[in-house]
């Protein structure tokens, strides 16, 4: 699963709330909505909070595997 938890941090550590992503970067409340809950999200939203935050994936993302493997 890709959790977005590294997200939340790496926002406050920058000082940009997510009004300002809204209002400022004209990020979709829809997409944060989708963040939030660990949701799949468009690559391109990935790409723009990483340009927007001048960050790397993981900063902002993580893979944590699930206990079940797929075969």
């Known amino acids: ?3 977005f938890d590294r997200l939340w941090i790496t926002l406050k550590e920058k000082n940009i709330s997510q009004y300002k992503l809204v209002k400022h970067y004209g990020v ?3 997409q944060l909505q989708r963040l939030r809950k660990n949701m799949v999200v468009k690559t391109i939203i990935i790409n723009r909070l ?15 595997p699930d206990d079940e493997h797929i075969n």
């Open 28 to 30: 979709d409340k829809a």
């Open 1 to 3: 699963m890709i959790k």
């Open 50 to 64: 990483c340009t927007i935050l001048n960050c790397q994936i993981e900063d902002i993302m993580e893979f944590i």
